[in-house]
């Protein structure tokens, strides 16, 4: 895994858009792998800038975004609102992005026909968060041998995924679904490349599991030892608990 040390959040989001600028300049058949969450926003807001410089042009490039909750895609906290607010309203991508639909009335049917719609964009770039328990997508903490196996599916939300959201619902556990569709570990793993995202102190420990804890589906992101092409920019905080 190549690792990035920068000193802060700007410098992470700098140094991610980057490589994912380089990365749509130089590849006209990329397809970006989208994450949401508070790590990936600075990175959408220099794309944007790259965008209205000019830069960048999304016209060509398709995106497919790891999950959604089940949730009402007006909800202003879903992730489709979420990208259209970061991204999707300020680019030329019009109608080219693909996010599981949270509100459909057969989830396992909108499971099987994410599967086909990311089986059917190659050459993925994927961006990741990790979540403080090791989580990528919501591919959450488990003891099932099998989970690194599995494609789009519909997965329940760890308590402590729940906690960590809240403060998205005005701080009302409640508030935050309970439920989502998830891109599984398999199709991350699929991907051509990852940039891995990570800031702040309570992500530290994860990154420590994730690069020399052992691999196992307790910690999801550990899966990621065995892809051969992952970039991890991490700032000082979150870096805090590695060797170097
Ligand atoms: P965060 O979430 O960027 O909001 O910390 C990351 C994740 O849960 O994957």
Redesign the pocket.
């Known amino acids: 895994m190549n690792v990035i040390k920068v000193p802060n959040y700007y410098a992470l989001s700098e140094a991610a858009a980057c490589i994912v600028a380089s990365q749509m300049l130089e590849n006209p058949k990329l397809t970006l792998g989208l994450?949401t969450?508070?790590?990936?926003a600075g990175l959408y807001k220099e794309l944007v800038r790259l965008y209205n410089n000019g830069v960048l042009d999304f016209s060509n490039t398709p995106t497919v975004n790891l999950d959604e909750y089940v949730i009402n895609p007006e909800h202003p906290q879903s992730y489709i609102s979420f990208m259209k607010d970061h991204l999707f309203s300020h680019v030329n991508l019009e109608s080219n992005y693909h996010i599981p639909n949270g509100a459909a009335t057969d989830l396992n049917a909108e499971c099987e026909r994410y599967n086909g719609v990311v089986k059917n964009l190659p050459n993925r770039l994927q961006i990741?968060?990790?979540?403080?328990n090791g989580?990528?997508?919501f591919n959450e903490p488990s003891t099932d041998p099998d989970s690194f196996g599995y494609y789009t599916s519909l997965v329940h939300l760890a308590d402590s995924?729940i906690k960590?959201?809240a403060r998205f619902f005005d701080g009302n556990e409640d508030e935050v679904p309970t439920a989502a569709i998830s891109m599984g570990i398999k199709q991350i793993l699929d991907s051509d490349q990852i940039i891995l995202l990570a800031t702040g102190e309570h992500?530290s420990k994860a990154i420590y599991d994730a690069l020399y804890g052992k691999i196992t589906p307790t910690c999801p992101a550990s899966v990621l030892q065995l892809h051969k092409n992952v970039t991890l920019i991490v700032d000082t905080a979150a870096a805090s608990k590695l060797p170097y």
């Open positions: 994450a969450g508070s790590t990936p990741l968060g990790i979540g403080s989580h990528i997508g995924t960590d959201n992500k």
